[in-house]
């Protein structure tokens, strides 16, 4: 037994696992000339120092200060304890409860990507340079302890020189399980191509600047790719890919994205962060792309190259890339190497390879800065598994298993005080993406030992999730809570803002597609009272009837219809020549038949059919949908001025409080034959739905004594409408709760819905 003196333990929880954070504390220990220990307990990091009093305080403001750029220092307890003479030295693992802090995948740091260019380096061009700063990570995993038999590394044995990198603490590899060289690690080749022996990534960049259209395999999967800046490579593309309209995502350096977009400092440092997300920037005018890439839109999805891959291909090319999904149409990303030969070879000249295997299917994230920060629209490569911390109340909470929605799907874990909202899996009307969902389901489940003391899904019987929790109960014994869909929205709202269960209700403004309500009717514009355990409506968004259903939500002008008979009466549509031609060979009396019978025309107050509508009116959006949002999205792109807002009434008898369009609708009417441009319009009709809905909320508010007000629902993804709401909810002394690291859309759905159950389970 060594000799022990005076000193203290330090308990560290957050994200400390895995990223690089006991070397850290083995550096600073030895700079500092303390003496102790480190080691992993499960899902906390535990320190012994002994030294100089004025030492140990320097060491433990340094932990939270200095740590490495993954980790996050959420909680530091320090104690007296008698603490091992000598050395500081790492220790073994200790055996402790799973961690819900697996690091997501981490793009390239300075070090490796300085490393790749070095031609006296090692890693030289080396197309899967990584350390413990940078890297794959959840991509890799197959269980934890994140060790590299735990990983798809697993295959590929270290050579010495790794292993003594990977062995040494004082190395920046020290324990980097994905550690690999050219002379041990996965390689790269080029298949489809007849240049044989050339390098694959020289050769890739000269197939992509002749106009061919590759399939890169990356960390999460594959992506197609082609030059940003060729008109007809893009063409190709959107035909075989069956893509007409919908945006495309661009990869450039920091360099070439400035030509492109105007940056604010905000969204360089967005741009650059580790997690290198896709990000909506402003196109500035003339940018040096295809006309093809975003038709119609003055956004542009942009990301950094964040694999050496990436980097290298990259500055081959010389040329900004169009990095879109490698997938068919609708279905999900493609990440096993057979299936992407089989379902990309009619989309695909050619396949960039490697043969280290991708343990989970990863799309990238997106995201936007709006509102004064960044706000994630799409939760996946770089972001997830990061847990989110609940509000303060919930860290007793029992665990709980939430199964989201339709579209956007993603499920959620609580465990304590976090919860794991997991990566985009997609849309669960698509097959394939249903059958993705149930393995996503049983992987994490098995990855975090979650046992779940509850399952939470929608209200809707016919969501694919909502069928599969409802097997649950009866194969697992757990309860089961129905959480109603926007009710699901509020509480992530609520939560994300550490909103404590003890702080009451608040006013919710809910402002999406489609989601069923309580009384069996499409919801999709309402204003709530809500706490977590419970919701009321207050106030909707009068309803309409959907034209033959479904149908209604793909073709905008059905919708139309259904308004403008409604604000105007029938004879004065048909009577007027502007909006007959809108309706010309239109089934129009077949339709106003459903209508007057109640056949196939469900009701819905949707403010996401209100932006097609609207769209269709000023000529913005086609007869049919080709993607979800483009109506919405073409209406935000046009809203290019300020303009007074359109009128909206309050109809404060009705129960719920109805807020009526009709007035909308005649301003828009009598603005189009007087030829007012449709730039302003738009820009009216995002002023007047954010006055009539914030003006709506303060009253609510006042009568209810609330001072807070959760915006949540995929419409607020529309950085106007949102940017106007918030402004228009302060000018009244309200707080804004908006969503910013869950989506405001769906994908947000399930982190809702679990702090629902949760809540509801503690009483």
């Known amino acids: 037994m060594g000799t022990e003196v005076a000193g203290e333990e330090i308990e560290v929880s957050g994200i400390v696992q895995g990223v690089g954070f006991r070397p850290f504390v083995y550096r600073l220990a030895r700079r500092l000339d303390l003496v102790g220990d480190v080691r992993n307990a499960g899902d906390r990091v535990i320190i012994r120092i002994a ?15 200095e740590a490495p750029v993954l980790a996050r220092v959420e909680q530091m307890m320090r104690r007296p304890a008698q603490v091992p003479d000598g050395p500081f030295r790492i220790m073994e693992s200790a055996a402790g409860t799973v961690s819900v802090g697996v690091v997501p995948d981490v793009a390239t740091c300075p070090a490796c990507r300085a490393e790749i260019a070095d031609p006296k380096a090692r890693r030289f061009r080396y197309a899967f340079t990584n350390c413990t700063d940078c890297g794959p990570r959840f991509s890799i995993v197959t269980g934890l302890p994140y060790d590299r038999p735990a990983t798809t590394m697993a295959g590929f044995p270290m050579c010495p020189a ?14 980097a399980q994905p550690i690999a060289c050219p002379d041990c690690g996965p390689k790269l080749w080029l298949e489809g191509d007849d ?20 399939a890169i395999k990356g960390i999460g999967g594959f992506h197609i790719a082609c030059d940003a800046t060729n008109a007809d490579a893009v063409a190709l593309l959107r035909a075989r890919k069956h893509r007409p309209t919908k945006p495309l995502a661009v990869m450039a350096d920091m360099a070439t994205a400035h030509p492109l977009c105007v940056l604010t400092p905000e969204e360089e440092a967005a741009l650059a962060h580790p997690s290198a ?18 038709p119609g839109q003055r956004h542009l999805g942009v990301m950094l190259p964040y694999t050496p891959l990436h980097h290298l291909l990259l500055a081959a090319v010389g040329r900004p890339l169009v990095m879109t999904s490698g997938n068919r149409s609708s279905e999900p990303q493609i990440f096993r190497d057979d299936e992407a030969r089989e379902r990309l070879a009619g989309i695909v000249d050619a396949f960039l390879m490697h043969d280290r295997p991708i343990a989970r299917r990863l799309d990238d994230s997106v995201a936007r800065h709006v509102a004064g920060r960044l706000r994630i629209m799409r939760r996946g490569r770089g972001l997830a598994p990061m847990p989110l911390t609940l509000p303060a109340d919930f860290a007793d909470a029992p665990p709980v298993l939430a199964l989201g929605g339709e579209l956007k799907s993603a499920l959620c874990l609580t465990h304590g005080a976090k919860a794991l909202l997991s990566h985009h899996l997609g849309d669960l009307d698509e097959p394939a993406t249903g059958d993705a969902f149930e393995t996503a389901l049983a992987d994490y489940a098995a990855l975090f030992a979650h046992k779940p003391a509850a399952v939470a899904v929608d209200l809707h019987p016919d969501y694919r999730a909502t069928r599969l929790g409802e097997d649950m109960p009866a194969t697992r014994g757990l309860p089961l809570e129905r959480v109603q869909h926007h009710h699901a929205h509020m509480a992530a709202a609520m939560a994300e803002a550490g909103w404590r269960r003890a702080d009451g209700p608040v006013v919710g403004i809910a402002l999406d597609g489609l989601g069923l309500g309580e009384d069996g009717t499409a919801w999709g514009a309402e204003i709530l009272v809500c706490d977590y355990r419970t919701s009321r409506r207050v106030a909707r968004l009068s309803p309409i009837p959907l034209a033959g259903g479904d149908a209604a939500s793909r073709e ?16 004065a549509v048909d009577g007027d020549p502007l909006l007959a031609a809108l309706f010309a060979a239109k089934p129009l009396l077949t339709l106003r038949a459903m209508m007057d019978k109640g056949l196939n025309v469900p009701p819905a107050s949707s403010a996401g059919r209100l932006f097609d509508a609207v769209a269709a009116l000023l000529g913005l959006a086609p007869d049919r949908l080709s993607h979800e949002g483009e109506a919405a999205m073409a209406l935000e792109a046009a809203a290019q001025e300020d303009a007074p807002p359109y009128p909206f009434a309050f109809h404060a008898e009705a129960i719920p409080i109805e807020i009526d369009p009709a007035p909308l609708f005649k301003a828009l009417v009598d603005d189009l034959h007087a030829g007012r441009p449709a730039p302003a319009m738009a820009a009216a009709f995002h002023a007047g739905l954010a006055e009539a809905f914030t003006g709506a909320a303060a009253r609510v508010a006042k009568s209810e004594g609330l001072t807070a007000v959760a915006l949540s629902g995929g419409v607020f993804q529309n950085a106007r409408l949102l940017e106007e709401t918030v402004r228009r909810l302060e000018s009244f ?11 405001a ?3 947000g759905l399930a982190f ?5 159950a949760a809540a509801r389970l503690m009483g």
Do not use: M
Request: proline letters at 10%; charged letters at 20%.
């Open 556 to 571: 905008p002008w059905r919708v139309l219809l259904a308004h403008l008979d409604r604000a105007l009466g029938r004879s």
């Open 745 to 747: 859309n769906d994908g």
């Open 195 to 214: 240049a044989t022996g050339a390098d694959p990534i020289e050769r890739a960049a000269a197939l992509l600047r002749t106009g061919h259209i590759l």
């Open 277 to 294: 997300p896709i990000l909506l920037l402003s196109l500035k005018p003339g940018a040096p792309l295809a006309p093809g890439i975003a």
């Open 752 to 756: 809702g819905q679990a702090v629902v």
């Open 51 to 65: 030294g100089l009093a004025s030492a140990r305080d320097a060491f433990a403001a340094a932990l939270a200060d």
């Open 162 to 175: 790794c292993r003594a990198e990977y062995e040494d603490p004082t190395d920046r590899r020290f324990h």
């Open 733 to 743: 002394g309200l707080a804004p709760l908006v969503p910013g690291d869950v989506p």
